[in-house]
């Protein structure tokens, strides 16, 4: 069976297909199916079907070229072979190395598959239509080179459709990144669960539209293998978005604090106070230097104002323990007194949102910010870097070498705070080492104040009682929704408007 799994997040047949596994969790589940009585050549036979089901379409009085490698991605292709055949397709086989040399399940298919097997060139030959890449998979163990590179160079170069089995060879399924060089496919059919690499950039954009096949594994092998990793979906946190009863009061909602800027950048903050508001918060307030209140009283509505002049001015606001989430950071100014202020912010206890300068303020102190955190494991804290406010904060103390989801991941448990890194492939990571990544933003989302945006809604939910890793995961999808509604031509005025009828969808 194959399940359409959809690329914006809107739709997810099977709830409980959220875990991402890695590629060592892979074959730990394979080891654990197999430990439960079910072959291994099973799992191959189905995975290889899934394939050629895959592939089929695509193959249209074509010649199909089936790519095999030396392991058990290569035995996949070997089924997949002997299926696409035996629905009348052409088949070409071309392996890589010698048929002698294959072992376990892959030698058995190989044994099965009954055409000609050739010796893979640095060619795709003339008569290939579609091209199903059964290189490498799970099992990639060094950059690729020499005939393997050859020969994705030139199925690249040649512009055919691509049916890739489990992977695009050369991407590493664990952590998004390519190795050596990897083939860009138009399909990939992937088993039993998604992997991070289909999530993360630049993997996701390899793989092209993702397929997972239930290939027989059952889902009991999870509670051995406890997956931390996420897709981030809906049927995660959307039950909690809903308060549950009717006869609430407007605090019921939580009350959002945000710290504004001077009066020549209130913008940021509007836009955080307002999303904060469209995100369910029940009230919001912004808080701003004395000199700029007239700028912001000009501008909001319902949204309330009051005097937050330096220091002393934010913790007054904070006096009122009903303001139960803040946010600081955005279009804040970047030195000491940013810094005084997120202090007074941590210690006041409230749940806390720390975007942009919030986070700058910090580069020279990042060890200042995280004993601040620490201090409270309680109190949530959620920081909202973009790359350059991530490498600003975490540069000296994270391997930035490192992929996305293990910088991130690293970064939450240094600093006890959920931290959302932003992009593409936006991350929510929790301290604890889950992660969520989350993948329906869309690339007009890259604009001027889109991440303010974000920052109140992080907020609202946080005010609205949700754990912080679920309030940050849930505010990303609802900011990547917001953007597929507005559409292009987005600007971050529009996301906020956009929200509530996502949220209605949400509650239909
Ligand atoms: N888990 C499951 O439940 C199921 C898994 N299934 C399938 O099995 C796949 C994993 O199979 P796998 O472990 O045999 O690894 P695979 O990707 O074939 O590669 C290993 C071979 O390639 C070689 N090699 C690697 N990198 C190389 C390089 N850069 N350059 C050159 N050589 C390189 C490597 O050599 P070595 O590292 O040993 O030197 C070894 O010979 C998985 O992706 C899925 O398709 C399904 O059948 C259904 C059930
Ligand atoms: N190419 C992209 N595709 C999808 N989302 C993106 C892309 N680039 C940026 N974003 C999202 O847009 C937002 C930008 O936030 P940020 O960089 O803080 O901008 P600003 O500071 O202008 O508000 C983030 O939520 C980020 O994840
Ligand atoms: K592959």
Not at 173 to 189: D, E
Request: hydrophobic fraction near 50%.
């Amino acid at each position: 069976m194959i399940n359409d799994w959809k690329r914006d997040g809107r739709r997810s047949r099977v709830t409980e297909v959220n875990e991402l596994l890695t590629t060592a969790e892979m074959a730990e589940a394979d080891r654990l199916a197999i430990a439960l009585g079910i072959p291994g050549i099973e799992l191959m036979e189905n995975a290889g079907r899934a394939v050629a089901a895959a592939a089929l379409p695509l193959a249209r009085g074509t010649e199909v070229l089936v790519m095999c490698g030396p392991g058990n991605n290569g035995g996949d292709g070997f089924v997949a072979a002997r299926h696409l055949a035996a629905a009348g397709r052409k088949v070409r086989v071309m392996l890589l190395g010698e048929v002698g040399r294959l072992r376990g399940d892959a030698a058995v298919m190989a044994a099965r598959w009954d055409g000609d097997v050739h010796l893979l060139g640095p060619d795709v030959p003339g008569a290939a239509g579609v091209v199903v890449d059964a290189l490498f998979g799970a099992g990639l163990s060094k950059p690729v080179d020499g005939a393997a590179a050859a020969a994705i160079e030139a199925v690249n170069r040649s512009g055919l459709p691509v049916v890739a089995v489990d992977v695009p060879t050369g991407l590493d399924g664990s952590s998004g990144q390519v190795r050596g060089i990897a083939v860009r496919a138009t399909r990939t059919v992937t088993f039993f669960r998604l992997k991070p690499g289909h999530l993360l950039m630049p993997g996701r954009d390899l793989c092209g539209e993702v397929r997972l096949a239930d290939i027989g594994i059952p889902g009991s092998v999870l509670d051995d293998i406890r997956p931390s990793a996420f897709a981030n979906r809906r049927e995660i946190w959307a039950g909690r978005l809903c308060l549950g009863r009717r006869d609430i009061h407007k605090y019921d909602r939580g009350h959002v604090l945000v710290v504004g800027g001077d009066q020549w950048n209130t913008g940021a903050a509007r836009l955080a106070a307002r999303a904060a508001l469209r995100a369910g918060a029940g009230l919001v307030t912004v808080a701003s230097p004395t000199a700029a209140l007239p700028v912001y009283a000009s501008h909001l509505t319902s949204v309330m104002l009051r005097d937050g002049e330096g220091v002393e001015g934010v913790k007054a606001a904070l006096a009122d323990p009903r303001r139960n989430a803040v946010v600081i950071g955005p279009a804040a100014g970047v030195g000491d007194a940013t810094r005084d202020k997120v202090c007074a912010v941590l210690a006041a206890g409230r749940s806390a949102v720390l975007d942009a300068d919030a986070l700058t303020s910090f580069e020279a102190s990042p060890e200042q910010l995280f004993g601040a955190i620490l201090s409270d494991r309680a109190r949530p804290v959620v920081m909202t870097p973009h790359e350059g406010e991530f490498r600003r904060l975490f540069g000296s103390v994270v391997d930035m070498d490192a992929d996305k989801l293990a910088r991130a991941r690293a970064a939450a448990r240094l600093s006890g705070a959920v931290v959302l890194l932003k992009g593409t492939d936006t991350i929510v990571a929790a301290p604890d080492g889950k992660a969520w990544i989350n993948d329906n933003a869309p690339e007009w989302l890259a604009t001027a104040g889109s991440g303010d945006v974000l920052a109140g809604i992080v907020a609202a939910l946080l005010a609205r009682g949700l754990p912080a890793p679920l309030a940050a995961a849930a505010a990303a999808w609802l900011h990547g929704a917001a953007a597929l509604r507005a559409g292009p031509g987005l600007i971050a005025e529009d996301l906020p408007e956009a929200i509530p009828s996502v949220l209605r969808e949400l509650r239909n």
